[in-house]
């Protein structure tokens, strides 16, 4: 089945994104949030995104354009009756996303795939809310969407392989990288990644380091283009606490467990870049 259309359920930072990548790949794209304002800001994220992008020669005017037509926003569910995949962007909460899934089995098209964007929390716990759990798949994208180009599809065990062929396929043709995990909390990036963060903010308690030299330390001597501390602010802390949270129920091993140093600021709410503070400020 080639995907034409998609609903994303969701319009933050991840969700917005997502929705731009598939309406600047020619896909009709419908994005449904909790109200209307919410809807309005997700539209909004798009617009500035795809400004700055025309502003640095990534897109002409009329690709823009084209794009913003293809985006239609809104707060009701039952628009995505008839799209060919549905991708849920909502917080890391199995809860929340049981809750939906349940209800997108009973709205969407019976060929519908239905996506999570999870980072961490496994697709089957997911899935199982559904009466077709073999159409259900992980659809990991990175922050920012518009401009990170890996994909990482998730394979449930209840997955079928029409479903991944279909979901990889199109990840492809929306230009990424496709990469296929089994469905182990955290997949293949964060089971990798969580530790490294984890350690650099357990290095900072201790005093050994400033922020800046700890970051300083992974950008020049291993090349990484953020050090894990402004990382850690771009993800948003409050998200890398609750992936913790997933791995280390998954796993049960202390490299999972969250810092106090991050529940701490997390609590505080130093959210890293979206509320403007977190290990390093960021002006308004």
């Known amino acids: 089945m080639a995907v034409r259309s998609v609903g994303i359920v969701g319009g933050g930072l991840m969700g917005s994104g997502i929705a731009e990548v598939c309406a600047r790949s020619d896909l009709e794209v419908r994005l449904v949030e909790a109200s209307a304002e919410l809807a309005a800001a997700g539209r ?7 400004a700055r992008a025309l502003e640095r020669g990534r897109i002409t005017e009329e690709e823009r354009d084209r794009a913003l037509g293809r985006i239609a926003p809104g707060t009701d569910l039952e628009a995505l009756r008839d799209v060919d995949m549905v ?24 060929h519908a795939i239905l996506a999570t964007n999870t980072s961490a929390l496994p697709v089957i716990d997911i899935a199982r809310a559904t009466s077709r759990p073999e159409h259900v798949v992980g659809t990991h994208f990175f922050n920012p969407p518009p401009v990170m180009q890996l994909l990482e599809l998730v394979r449930s065990i209840d997955t079928d392989d029409a ?25 293949i990036v964060n089971l990798l990644l969580v530790p490294f963060l984890n350690g650099a903010v357990r290095l900072y308690e201790t005093g050994l380091a400033s922020r800046e030299d700890i970051d300083a330390g992974m950008r020049l001597g291993c090349n990484h283009p953020m050090g894990p501390l402004e ?20 796993y049960a091993s202390s490299e ?23 290990f390093y400020e960021y002006p308004a």
């Open 87 to 110: 991708i849920e962007a909502i917080p890391e909460r199995l809860e929340l996303k049981r809750e939906l899934f349940g209800r997108l089995d009973r709205i969407a098209a019976g």
């Open 163 to 187: 479903t991944l062929a279909t979901a990889r396929a199109f990840g492809e043709a929306l230009g990424k990288q496709v990469i296929v995990a089994q469905d182990r909390a955290g997949f």
């Open 44 to 50: 909004a994220r798009i617009e500035r995104s795809t």
């Open 231 to 250: 990382l850690l602010d771009h993800i948003g802390l409050d998200t890398a606490l609750m992936v913790c949270e997933a791995l280390h129920a998954e």
């Open 256 to 278: 999972y467990a969250a810092p106090p140093l991050l529940r701490r600021m997390v609590a505080a709410g130093r959210l890293g870049r979206k509320s403007g503070r977190g």
